[in-house]
């Protein structure tokens, strides 16, 4: 059998010109184009070192196929022959997409057996094609190329094959791959099959081109372990191509999946910087693969980033086992290299962007959230908050040195003398009730004129001016009512001074829902001066007002106390227990009111806990603002500095994470995490400590960042 020189064309012995390029015919083979009977051999496709790889037609289909020709003298003896059929067969069951498909094999008759394999033909060009022409792939293009020879190169592992030829001859890209892998791995373990029993190794293909440049400028050398370098194989007893060969192999190493992990990693390395690791006559690049390390891949290519330089230098590991242990794994890890450098250029140019924007962003939210508490929303979303949580904590137990005299429905029915007419009896009472030790008494009751001419309730004045308080209320106007009660002689006989001490002002100012949860202490009146509230003054009469509580600008009540607990006497068995049982009144501190519908008193919305109708009696809401006076006032607002400070770290962190850092979905999560952990956080602070954190400020701020992160994001550049 004949070739032309120039195009490759197989002819029979007979002929003596190839029609395209006259005489230029040469000996390829001995015996006809016909292999085996069935191929029939029709023009060579590349050639090395094991033989040619033909385009054949199988004459009984008409279907053409490559044909792997190898040379007989590669093949020598029956031993070599029986695992060439065994070791052909196991490379038949290779069905993956990215390696070239064997669909036969057999050893033709001719000259004492000419082994062959028969192939899928492909219709596309080598790696080493490609880059003679280009020089270097981009590290995009040749990602999903590297990814596809790994999945080969592990299938093969997976089944006891080893490729031993990993290199650009061997990978053979595919133009329109319709969704199969781009490439296909061919003259799979044909390096192994081919060697002869009676010799461990063949001789090595030598790199087709002719590049005599020696070792990459600036490579350094190192001694190889175990004195490999004395004991280093011989070029010519070496099996695959030298560029690609692992050092192990080198050194009288056994070839195995690291040794195609090594081939594939200076695959890779050529295929990114136009060329190999090493270069230069055989014996410089056996020195290279065994005591060199290679120039970074970066510094050959300054398109390629340094983060691809530590994969690379992984997988071209001198040891083995130091290699990745899989050549997908080699892969990942080239794009988790290659992620991470995009993610560090994407860094350098959008944090500084979005840095400025997260700032803008949290002035315009802070700046939303000041108008919105200017208005006065913010503080009642507060206070919707602060009366839930009040609602969800276990009751407290009061006070025991507060008592409540209510002349209830009961007390009514049994004495209906209207208030105006129980000066004198009132007087008396409670005259004997400090004669039983009362500490303090408070009338929440806005008293008439016609109570100033009661004998018993003048002298009750006078020898308990300290001890008594009256409420007073104010009228619009700044006015007050209820100072009537001390005019005429209990005035002229304490003296104008000490009769305004008793007085305090009964008014509470409800928000929006009409709830009572804080007070002012004291209370500016156009026409009564400054006046204590109630519960103030008698709280103050009693000696029992703790270091500054009067003095701050509010007070909250403390609703961990549910009023229904407040001791309670009606007005008819307080006055058998002032003269049956006084030790009920001995140092407690009295309030009498009114707790009837018909009385006049005014029923407030309140914090109420599970089993509580959410309303509260005048006289019950007194009580409760005294209890909190009693103990110094325990609950404090941390609203003001604290809050503003507390929301302008909620929405700066939230807008930088959402804005600036490298995990915006997580903050999305951590955001809504947040608008649950503060009111949260704000039952267990106030249910342990009595610490109203702001709660309403900051979840505004957090949602609005989040919305403008909404809106936005999609203009952003994203994250790679």
Same mark, same amino acid.
């Given at each position: 059998?004949?070739?032309?020189?120039?195009?490759?064309?197989?002819?029979?012995?007979?002929?003596?010109?190839?029609?395209?390029?006259?005489?230029?015919?040469?000996?390829?083979?001995?015996?006809?184009?016909?292999?085996?009977?069935?191929?029939?051999?029709?023009?060579?496709?590349?050639?090395?070192?094991?033989?040619?790889?033909?385009?054949?037609?199988?004459?009984?289909?008409?279907?053409?196929?490559?044909?792997?020709?190898?040379?007989?003298?590669?093949?020598?003896?029956?031993?070599?022959?029986?695992?060439?059929?065994?070791?052909?067969?196991?490379?038949?069951?290779?069905?993956?997409?990215?390696?070239?498909?064997?669909?036969?094999?057999?050893?033709?008759?001719?000259?004492?057996?000419?082994?062959?394999?028969?192939?899928?033909?492909?219709?596309?060009?080598?790696?080493?094609?490609?880059?003679?022409?280009?020089?270097?792939?981009?590290?995009?293009?040749?990602?999903?190329?590297?990814?596809?020879?790994?999945?080969?190169?592990?299938?093969?592992?997976?089944?006891?094959?080893?490729?031993?030829?990993?290199?650009?001859?061997?990978?053979?890209?595919? =133009?329109?791959?319709?969704?199969?892998?781009?490439?296909?791995?061919?003259?799979?373990?044909?390096?192994?099959?081919?060697?002869?029993?009676?010799?461990?190794?063949?001789?090595?293909?030598?790199?087709?081109?002719?590049?005599?440049?020696?070792?990459?400028?600036?490579?350094?050398?190192?001694?190889?372990?175990?004195?490999?370098?004395?004991?280093?194989?011989?070029?010519?007893?070496?099996?695959?191509?030298?560029?690609?060969?692992?050092?192990?192999?080198?050194?009288?190493?056994?070839?195995?999946?690291?040794?195609?992990?090594?081939?594939?990693?200076?695959?890779?390395?050529?295929?990114?910087?136009?060329?190999?690791?090493?270069?230069?006559?055989?014996?410089?690049?056996?020195?290279?693969?065994?005591?060199?390390?290679?120039?970074?891949?970066?510094?050959?290519?300054?398109?390629?980033?340094?983060?691809?330089?530590?994969?690379?230098?992984?997988?071209?590991?001198?040891?083995?086992?130091?290699?990745?242990?899989?050549?997908?794994?080699?892969?990942?890890?080239?794009?988790?290299?290659?992620?991470?450098?995009?993610?560090?250029?994407?860094?350098?140019?959008?944090?500084?962007?979005?840095?400025?924007?997260?700032?803008?962003?949290?002035?315009?939210?802070?700046?939303?959230?000041?108008?919105?508490?200017?208005?006065?929303?913010?503080?009642?979303?507060?206070?919707?908050?602060?009366?839930?949580?009040?609602?969800?904590?276990?009751?407290?137990?009061?006070?025991?040195?507060?008592?409540?005299?209510?002349?209830?429905?009961?007390?009514?029915?049994?004495? =209906?003398?209207?208030?105006?007419?129980?000066?004198? !009896?009132?007087?008396?009472?409670?005259?004997?009730?400090?004669?039983?030790?009362?500490?303090?008494?408070?009338?929440?009751?806005?008293?008439?004129?016609?109570?100033?001419?009661?004998?018993?309730?003048?002298?009750?004045?006078?020898?308990?001016?300290?001890?008594?308080?009256?409420?007073?209320?104010?009228?619009?106007?700044?006015?007050?009512?209820?100072?009537?009660?001390?005019?005429?002689?209990?005035?002229?006989?304490?003296? !104008?001074?000490?009769?305004?001490?008793?007085?305090?002002?009964?008014?509470?100012?409800?928000?929006?829902?009409?709830?009572?949860?804080?007070?002012? =202490?004291?209370?500016?009146?156009?026409?009564?001066?400054?006046?204590?509230?109630?519960?103030?003054?008698?709280?103050?009469?009693?000696?029992?007002?703790?270091?500054?509580?009067?003095?701050?600008?509010?007070?909250?009540?403390?609703?961990?106390?549910?009023?229904?607990?407040?001791?309670?006497?009606?007005?008819?068995?307080?006055?058998?227990?002032?003269?049956?049982?006084?030790?009920?009144?001995?140092?407690?501190?009295?309030?009498?009111?009114?707790?009837?519908?018909?009385?006049?008193?005014?029923?407030?919305?309140?914090?109420?806990?599970?089993?509580?109708?959410?309303?509260?009696?005048?006289?019950?809401?007194?009580?409760?603002?005294?209890?909190?006076?009693?103990?110094?006032?325990?609950?404090?607002?941390?609203?003001?500095?604290?809050? !503003?400070?507390?929301?302008?770290?909620?929405?700066?962190?939230?807008?930088?994470?959402?804005?600036?850092?490298?995990?915006?979905?997580?903050?999305?999560?951590?955001?809504?995490?947040?608008?649950?952990?503060?009111?949260?956080?704000?039952?267990?602070?106030?249910?342990?400590?009595?610490?109203?954190? =702001?709660?309403?400020?900051?979840?505004? !701020?957090?949602?609005?960042?989040?919305?403008?992160?909404?809106?936005?994001?999609?203009?952003?550049?994203?994250?790679?």
């Amino acid at each position: 059998m004949l070739e032309c020189r120039h195009c490759g064309r197989f002819f029979e012995d007979d002929e003596a010109h190839c029609p395209a390029h006259g005489p230029s015919l040469t000996r390829a083979f001995g015996g006809p184009r016909l292999l085996d009977g069935t191929y029939r051999l029709e023009r060579r496709l590349r050639h090395g070192g094991m033989g040619v790889v033909a385009h054949a037609v199988h004459i009984g289909l008409d279907r053409a196929v490559a044909v792997k020709l190898i040379r007989p003298d590669r093949v020598l003896d029956q031993d070599a022959r029986r695992r060439f059929r065994l070791e052909a067969a196991a490379l038949g069951r290779l069905d993956h997409p990215a390696i070239v498909r064997v669909t036969d094999f057999g050893i033709d008759p001719r000259g004492g057996g000419f082994p062959y394999l028969v192939m899928e033909i492909l219709n596309g060009r080598s790696l080493r094609s490609y880059l003679e022409d280009q020089g270097v792939m981009p590290f995009d293009q040749a990602l999903p190329i590297l990814a596809a020879v790994a999945a080969g190169l592990d299938f093969a592992h997976s089944h006891g094959v080893i490729h031993r030829d990993v290199k650009p001859e061997n990978v053979i890209t595919i =133009p329109d791959h319709d969704g199969d892998p781009p490439v296909k791995l061919v003259d799979f373990g044909l390096a192994r099959l081919a060697t002869p029993s009676s010799h461990r190794d063949r001789p090595i293909e030598e790199p087709d081109r002719d590049d005599d440049t020696g070792a990459p400028s600036g490579s350094r050398e190192h001694a190889p372990p175990d004195g490999r370098l004395a004991t280093m194989t011989q070029p010519g007893d070496l099996v695959g191509t030298l560029p690609y060969m692992a050092p192990e192999l080198l050194t009288d190493g056994q070839p195995g999946p690291a040794s195609d992990v090594y081939a594939f990693g200076v695959l890779a390395y050529e295929l990114l910087t136009g060329s190999p690791p090493f270069s230069g006559p055989a014996r410089d690049l056996m020195l290279g693969h065994v005591c060199r390390c290679p120039e970074p891949p970066s510094s050959c290519n300054p398109e390629l980033p340094p983060e691809i330089d530590v994969p690379i230098a992984h997988a071209l590991a001198k040891d083995p086992t130091q290699r990745p242990s899989t050549a997908t794994a080699f892969v990942a890890q080239l794009a988790a290299a290659d992620l991470q450098a995009r993610r560090r250029r994407w860094a350098r140019r959008e944090r500084p962007r979005r840095s400025l924007l997260t700032a803008v962003v949290v002035i315009l939210v802070l700046s939303a959230v000041g108008l919105v508490g200017r208005s006065g929303r913010l503080q009642a979303i507060e206070d919707v908050v602060a009366s839930g949580q009040f609602s969800l904590i276990p009751p407290r137990a009061p006070d025991d040195r507060l008592l409540l005299v209510s002349i209830d429905e009961s007390s009514l029915a049994e004495d =209906p003398t209207a208030i105006i007419d129980r000066a004198d !009896s009132v007087g008396e009472v409670l005259d004997a009730a400090f004669s039983a030790g009362a500490a303090a008494v408070g009338l929440d009751l806005v008293l008439p004129s016609q109570w100033a001419r009661s004998t018993p309730f003048v002298r009750l004045i006078a020898r308990h001016s300290g001890a008594v308080v009256i409420a007073v209320a104010a009228q619009k106007d700044g006015s007050l009512i209820g100072t009537e009660c001390i005019d005429g002689a209990a005035t002229a006989i304490l003296g !104008s001074d000490r009769t305004v001490w008793m007085l305090g002002l009964a008014n509470v100012a409800s928000d929006r829902a009409g709830r009572v949860l804080r007070f002012e =202490p004291r209370v500016a009146a156009s026409k009564g001066g400054n006046l204590p509230l109630f519960a103030t003054r008698l709280v103050e009469a009693s000696g029992a007002l703790q270091g500054d509580t009067a003095t701050l600008d509010h007070v909250w009540i403390d609703y961990r106390i549910d009023h229904r607990s407040l001791d309670r006497l009606s007005w008819s068995e307080f006055e058998r227990a002032v003269t049956d049982r006084p030790e009920v009144i001995a140092g407690r501190i009295l309030i009498v009111g009114i707790e009837a519908a018909g009385g006049g008193d005014v029923f407030r919305r309140q914090p109420h806990p599970a089993g509580g109708d959410g309303r509260i009696s005048g006289l019950a809401l007194q009580g409760l603002m005294t209890q909190t006076l009693l103990a110094g006032a325990p609950i404090r607002d941390l609203g003001g500095m604290v809050g !503003s400070i507390w929301t302008v770290i909620a929405a700066a962190a939230v807008a930088g994470g959402l804005f600036v850092s490298s995990k915006p979905r997580q903050w999305l999560l951590s955001a809504a995490a947040l608008v649950v952990w503060f009111p949260i956080t704000g039952y267990l602070t106030l249910r342990w400590h009595g610490l109203l954190l =702001p709660t309403a400020a900051p979840i505004l !701020s957090v949602v609005g960042v989040v919305v403008v992160y909404a809106a936005v994001h999609r203009a952003l550049r994203p994250r790679p």
